[in-house]
């Protein structure tokens, strides 16, 4: 027995020691591996979710109506109304009455009410917007396919079960049997979702579009790359090509360093009491927001900016200076342009990140529930990401998909202008 | 809109005298540009610079006065018993009148339609007179420079001076903002400790600032204890980091020690778009998602899973911060000298065994001090916290129930109503303070670790 025991060699415990050393070099490799995997998993989940959630807010759910434009209901002229009267007439109760004929039977006043429920209250917008258009369809009538009401739009997207009493569904029984009526006539059908893209922010999920705070977030990170591009690319020219080697150069790239690692909420705290209370600018304004991400932006353009400039080697400089030029004219007519392609990529990813910034615009009261689309940037707006906020705050099961689909509009645009970056950095990139 | 017209019409005139400078230039030299001191277009960019500049201040001088004009005008020409009024309500009226003026508002009487109208002409008398000001500086100013210029001015020397100057007050950007951030948070949080002390907003441990918000209250300064907020925010930071760590950490030493290039430049990107994800979008994730998912499984466990667990909030902060540790770490093993790694080989070492006992201990400085900034970044972070987080203030560790964060409490304190003397919205000035001191020292100390370890190789 003694014997066995003293029979296994050095050699051979180093190669069983081998063994086991092999082995937890592959655990730790795959350990690498599934924290990789794990990382990109939760991307793909995340991304999966929203894509799932709001794919089917680009479509909405329309009701098509025989349209009776009679002119006594909507209470204008019948021979020669004027474009006011027509703007401002009674088009709710021409919906009404046109949803009253499609079912006739339908004679309590409650009942009725439900039944003119199925119609989105915004849909006379449409046809105010047709019959303005073109007065000759006056006394006319017209099938009309009329935006439907969220609750419908989610029983027929399948988001809430077609049974009344189920969870989140406010639709009665009444009103899920006159939905089934209208589907086997195919009155019911799903168009494309053009008030998503055209209007403003509204409390009825269906009316709810993203335009406005498309423009909002335009206004923003227009002030923002004003503001903040000659700035971050002065502060950068200044520091990498004329600044002494002395401790207010210090100073201030120590600022610009912790600048950068500041939270953003604080930037929010300072446009608040700075902007705000102290110079008395407009809440709710792009140009506030504006100014606010300008700041918060700064430090990566001026960062980028010094970067780009380092890659550009001495001997330009060195030749320019040699041929007469001046250290301005070297730096505007050589050392800018060679390091332009890495200074505006640098930009346009402090930008996208701009676009996602949501907390500072909160301080800044760009949180005001808006419904008209900005004209300028002093008027009140929101942005894209605080759109997000907004809607998924509303309690709605309609805002789920819209948030979801904001979120979408939003990624798009943040990936468009990060591929503009690679494109603009593959395209230019030069090695020395 | 007038002031955009007047901006145009004032960079007409600057287009105009750099044409006329760089035409004089030429003509003093009759046509031979070899005798001027500057090139031709220097004397028409000092034109231009005489001209433009100085009537930019005027108008920037004028945008920065109206405002405070305008109110001492229109208010001191109320009638006395609107000007009776007491201070907050005299706010109002003013607001009034600027939204009658401004946007059409119907006044509410007759006083208020008067002043309107007051300011109305007021404000175009105003900026008329600015506007012909602004433009006969720019005229005179074009005049003086274009008089100026012959063959010996030195043009490119004053405009590379005026160029210069540009260049140093943009850098002072920075530091500007850096005493603005200082300042308004430390004004705002000194009025705070006016009301409420010091100590009892740093260890007191209830927080209900709703309850201040009536002034017959008076003691309800004991509301203000922040200490529920910061062991939220470091138990939901705790977690966060927690999932980032391991993670980041990992994935960087796989993708720096074993990934083959092009696996490498497919999933760095990749890793790097958890970083560019609006912080909003997981804030929305986590609450749409994340939070029903760990309730439901913790229902199915039979544990009480609060909807608002800091458990999600944490869990999805820490994915966010993934990259952060990842790509900090990826450059500090990068950057151990490869003569370490070999020697390691040399003497038989696996690679993990490489990896876990000579390249990690040599950019450990460098990863704590990665570790650090990420951690100032989970502190710091607000959406997901806002969104997912709760918002009342429990002093626990448990990470199943819902704690509030500092920067969820800032956010709730300054959104909605405000009235800007009340201890509720100053409280969140003072909570600013807090946040801005740890983060900043959370970077300058991850800043310091990184640097020190940096000078060791170079």
Same mark, same amino acid.
């Given at each position: 027995?003694?014997?066995?025991?003293?029979?296994?060699?050095?050699?051979?415990?180093?190669?069983?020691?081998?063994?086991?050393?092999?082995?937890?070099?592959?655990?730790?490799?795959?350990?690498?591996?599934?924290?990789?995997?794990?990382?990109?998993?939760?991307?793909?989940?995340?991304?999966?979710?929203?894509?799932?959630?709001?794919?089917?807010? #680009?479509?909405?759910?329309?009701?098509?109506?025989?349209?009776?434009?009679?002119?006594?209901?909507?209470?204008?002229?019948?021979?020669?109304?004027?474009?006011?009267?027509?703007?401002?007439?009674?088009?709710?109760?021409?919906?009404?009455?046109?949803?009253?004929?499609?079912?006739?039977?339908?004679?309590?006043?409650?009942?009725?009410?439900?039944?003119?429920?199925?119609?989105?209250?915004?849909?006379?917008?449409?046809?105010?917007?047709?019959?303005?258009?073109?007065?000759?369809?006056?006394?006319?009538?017209?099938?009309?396919?009329?935006?439907?009401?969220?609750?419908?739009?989610?029983?027929?997207?399948?988001?809430?079960?077609?049974?009344?009493?189920?969870?989140?569904?406010?639709?009665?029984?009444?009103?899920?049997?006159?939905?089934?009526?209208?589907?086997?006539?195919?009155?019911?059908?799903?168009?494309?979702?053009?008030?998503?893209?055209?209007?403003?922010?509204?409390?009825?999920?269906?009316?709810?579009?993203?335009?406005?705070?498309?423009?909002?977030?335009?206004?923003?990170?227009?002030?923002?790359?004003?503001?903040? #591009?000659?700035?971050?690319?002065?502060?950068?020219?200044?520091?990498?090509?004329?600044?002494?080697?002395?401790?207010?150069?210090?100073?201030?790239?120590?600022?610009?360093?912790?600048?950068?690692?500041?939270?953003?909420?604080?930037?929010?705290?300072?446009?608040?009491?700075?902007?705000?209370? #102290?110079?008395? #600018?407009?809440?709710?304004?792009?140009?506030?927001?504006?100014?606010?991400?300008?700041?918060?932006?700064?430090?990566?353009?001026?960062?980028?900016?010094?970067?780009?400039?380092?890659?550009?080697?001495?001997?330009?400089?060195?030749?320019?200076?040699?041929?007469?030029?001046?250290?301005?004219?070297?730096?505007?007519?050589?050392?800018?342009?060679?390091?332009?392609?890495?200074?505006?990529?640098?930009?346009?990813?402090?930008?996208?990140?701009?676009?996602?910034?949501?907390?500072?615009?909160?301080?800044?009261?760009?949180?005001?529930?808006?419904?008209?689309?900005?004209?300028?940037?002093?008027?009140?707006?929101?942005?894209?990401?605080?759109?997000?906020?907004?809607?998924?705050?509303?309690?709605?099961?309609?805002?789920?998909?819209?948030?979801?689909?904001?979120?979408?509009?939003?990624?798009?645009?943040?990936?468009?202008?990060?591929?503009?970056?690679?494109?603009?950095?593959?395209?230019?990139?030069?090695?020395? | 809109?007038?002031?955009?017209?007047?901006?145009?019409?004032?960079?007409?005139?600057?287009?105009?005298?750099?044409?006329?400078?760089?035409?004089?230039?030429?003509?003093?030299?009759?046509?031979?540009?070899?005798?001027?001191?500057?090139?031709?277009?220097?004397?028409?960019?000092?034109?231009?610079?005489?001209?433009?500049?100085?009537?930019?201040?005027?108008?920037?001088?004028?945008?920065?006065?109206?405002?405070?004009?305008?109110?001492?005008?229109?208010?001191?020409?109320?009638?006395?018993?609107?000007?009776?009024?007491?201070?907050?309500?005299?706010?109002?009226?003013?607001?009034?009148?600027?939204?009658?003026?401004?946007?059409?508002?119907?006044?509410?009487?007759?006083?208020?339609?008067?002043?309107?109208?007051?300011?109305?002409?007021?404000?175009?008398?105003?900026?008329?007179?600015?506007?012909?000001?602004?433009?006969?500086?720019?005229?005179?100013?074009?005049?003086?420079?274009?008089?100026?210029?012959?063959?010996?001015?030195?043009?490119?020397?004053?405009?590379?001076?005026?160029?210069?100057?540009?260049?140093?007050?943009?850098?002072?950007?920075?530091?500007?903002?850096?005493?603005?951030?200082?300042?308004?948070?430390?004004?705002?949080?000194?009025?705070?400790?006016?009301?409420?002390?010091?100590?009892?907003?740093?260890?007191?441990?209830?927080?209900?600032?709703?309850?201040?918000?009536?002034?017959?209250?008076?003691?309800?300064?004991?509301?203000?204890?922040?200490?529920?907020?910061?062991?939220?925010?470091?138990?939901?930071?705790?977690?966060?980091? %927690?999932?980032?760590?391991?993670?980041?950490?990992?994935?960087?030493?796989?993708?720096?020690?074993?990934?083959?290039?092009?696996?490498?430049?497919?999933?760095?990107?990749?890793?790097?778009?958890?970083?560019?994800?609006?912080?909003?979008?997981?804030?929305?994730?986590?609450?749409?998602?994340?939070?029903?998912?760990?309730?439901?499984?913790?229902?199915?466990?039979?544990?009480?899973?609060?909807?608002?667990?800091?458990?999600?909030?944490?869990?999805?902060?820490?994915?966010?911060?993934?990259?952060?540790?990842?790509?900090?770490?990826?450059?500090?093993?990068?950057?151990?000298?490869?003569?370490?790694?070999?020697?390691?080989?040399?003497?038989?070492?696996?690679?993990?065994?490489?990896?876990?006992?000579?390249?990690?201990?040599?950019?450990?400085?460098?990863?704590?001090?990665?570790?650090?900034?990420?951690?100032?970044?989970?502190?710091?972070?607000?959406?997901?916290?806002?969104?997912?987080?709760?918002?009342?203030?429990?002093?626990?560790?448990?990470? %199943?129930?819902?704690?509030?964060?500092?920067?969820?409490?800032?956010?709730?304190?300054?959104?909605?109503?405000?009235?800007?003397?009340?201890?509720?919205?100053?409280?969140?000035?003072?909570?600013?303070?807090?946040?801005?001191?740890?983060?900043?020292?959370?970077?300058?100390?991850?800043?310091?670790?990184?640097?020190?370890?940096?000078?060791?190789?170079?």
């Amino acid at each position: 027995m003694v014997e066995k025991a003293i029979a296994v060699t050095p050699a051979q415990a180093a190669a069983s020691r081998l063994k086991q050393r092999y082995a937890a070099e592959r655990r730790f490799k795959a350990l690498g591996i599934s924290a990789i995997v794990l990382a990109l998993g939760f991307l793909a989940l995340l991304l999966i979710t929203i894509l799932s959630n709001g794919l089917t807010a #680009f479509v909405q759910t329309n009701i098509r109506v025989d349209v009776t434009l009679d002119a006594e209901t909507l209470g204008v002229d019948p021979v020669k109304p004027s474009a006011d009267a027509l703007a401002a007439a009674n088009y709710g109760q021409v919906i009404k009455n046109a949803m009253y004929k499609a079912f006739p039977t339908v004679e309590s006043r409650p009942e009725r009410r439900q039944l003119a429920a199925l119609v989105s209250s915004g849909a006379d917008v449409g046809l105010r917007k047709m019959l303005v258009a073109n007065p000759s369809l006056l006394g006319s009538t017209q099938s009309v396919w009329l935006v439907a009401d969220d609750d419908v739009d989610m029983a027929m997207k399948g988001h809430i079960t077609r049974t009344a009493g189920a969870e989140g569904s406010r639709l009665t029984d009444a009103q899920l049997g006159w939905l089934d009526a209208l589907e086997k006539k195919g009155d019911v059908a799903k168009k494309f979702n053009t008030a998503l893209f055209t209007v403003g922010d509204s409390r009825e999920p269906e009316q709810a579009g993203l335009w406005g705070a498309v423009v909002g977030s335009f206004f923003s990170l227009s002030i923002t790359l004003l503001v903040c #591009f000659p700035l971050g690319v002065a502060t950068a020219v200044y520091l990498e090509e004329f600044a002494p080697k002395n401790r207010w150069t210090d100073l201030i790239e120590v600022n610009i360093n912790n600048l950068a690692a500041v939270p953003s909420v604080v930037f929010g705290l300072l446009g608040l009491a700075i902007f705000l209370n #102290f110079f008395g #600018f407009p809440r709710s304004a792009p140009l506030v927001g504006g100014l606010v991400l300008a700041l918060i932006s700064l430090p990566t353009i001026i960062i980028a900016g010094r970067a780009a400039m380092k890659a550009v080697p001495p001997s330009i400089r060195e030749a320019a200076l040699g041929l007469g030029a001046s250290k301005l004219q070297m730096v505007t007519d050589h050392v800018l342009p060679l390091s332009m392609p890495g200074i505006l990529t640098g930009t346009i990813l402090g930008m996208a990140h701009a676009l996602g910034e949501t907390a500072p615009l909160l301080m800044i009261g760009m949180v005001a529930f808006i419904v008209d689309i900005p004209a300028s940037p002093l008027d009140p707006s929101a942005v894209l990401p605080v759109q997000v906020y907004l809607w998924a705050d509303s309690p709605e099961r309609a805002f789920v998909e819209r948030t979801s689909a904001a979120i979408m509009v939003l990624l798009f645009f943040l990936g468009m202008m990060n591929v503009v970056a690679i494109l603009l950095r593959k395209k230019f990139e030069r090695r020395w | 809109m007038q002031l955009l017209t007047l901006m145009v019409v004032l960079l007409l005139l600057t287009t105009f005298g750099y044409r006329l400078g760089r035409s004089r230039a030429l003509a003093s030299a009759s046509g031979n540009p070899r005798l001027l001191h500057s090139l031709p277009s220097y004397h028409g960019y000092y034109v231009a610079l005489w001209c433009g500049l100085p009537a930019l201040f005027v108008i920037i001088g004028w945008l920065m006065l109206e405002p405070a004009i305008l109110h001492g005008t229109v208010m001191s020409a109320l009638p006395a018993d609107l000007q009776s009024l007491p201070e907050e309500r005299l706010a109002l009226v003013y607001n009034e009148v600027r939204n009658v003026a401004r946007h059409g508002h119907v006044p509410s009487n007759a006083a208020v339609g008067e002043a309107a109208q007051h300011y109305t002409s007021l404000r175009t008398t105003m900026f008329f007179s600015v506007a012909v000001a602004s433009l006969a500086v720019a005229v005179a100013a074009l005049a003086f420079a274009h008089r100026r210029i012959h063959t010996n001015l030195r043009a490119r020397n004053r405009v590379e001076a005026a160029v210069k100057v540009f260049l140093v007050a943009a850098s002072t950007v920075a530091i500007f903002t850096t005493i603005g951030i200082v300042l308004s948070l430390l004004f705002e949080s000194l009025r705070f400790f006016q009301t409420v002390s010091l100590f009892d907003f740093l260890f007191g441990t209830q927080w209900s600032p709703q309850m201040a918000i009536r002034a017959d209250q008076v003691g309800s300064s004991g509301a203000f204890g922040a200490v529920p907020l910061f062991a939220g925010t470091l138990l939901i930071s705790g977690i966060a980091m %927690l999932v980032a760590v391991p993670l980041g950490l990992l994935s960087a030493i796989y993708m720096s020690e074993y990934a083959a290039p092009k696996f490498r430049s497919v999933v760095k990107p990749l890793l790097e778009v958890l970083a560019g994800i609006p912080t909003v979008v997981y804030g929305f994730f986590a609450a749409l998602t994340v939070a029903p998912f760990i309730r439901d499984m913790g229902a199915h466990v039979g544990l009480s899973v609060a909807s608002e667990s800091a458990l999600a909030a944490g869990l999805v902060m820490g994915i966010m911060i993934i990259p952060f540790v990842s790509s900090l770490s990826d450059d500090v093993i990068t950057a151990v000298p490869q003569s370490l790694r070999e020697g390691s080989y040399g003497l038989g070492a696996t690679k993990s065994e490489t990896i876990r006992q000579v390249v990690i201990p040599a950019a450990l400085p460098g990863i704590v001090g990665g570790v650090l900034l990420a951690a100032s970044r989970a502190i710091g972070e607000t959406m997901i916290v806002v969104m997912a987080a709760g918002l009342a203030a429990n002093l626990t560790a448990n990470p %199943l129930e819902a704690v509030t964060t500092v920067t969820t409490q800032i956010v709730t304190l300054l959104v909605g109503d405000q009235e800007f003397d009340s201890p509720k919205t100053l409280a969140a000035f003072a909570l600013g303070l807090v946040l801005f001191t740890v983060t900043l020292a959370l970077n300058v100390v991850a800043l310091h670790i990184v640097n020190k370890y940096r000078e060791k190789y170079d």
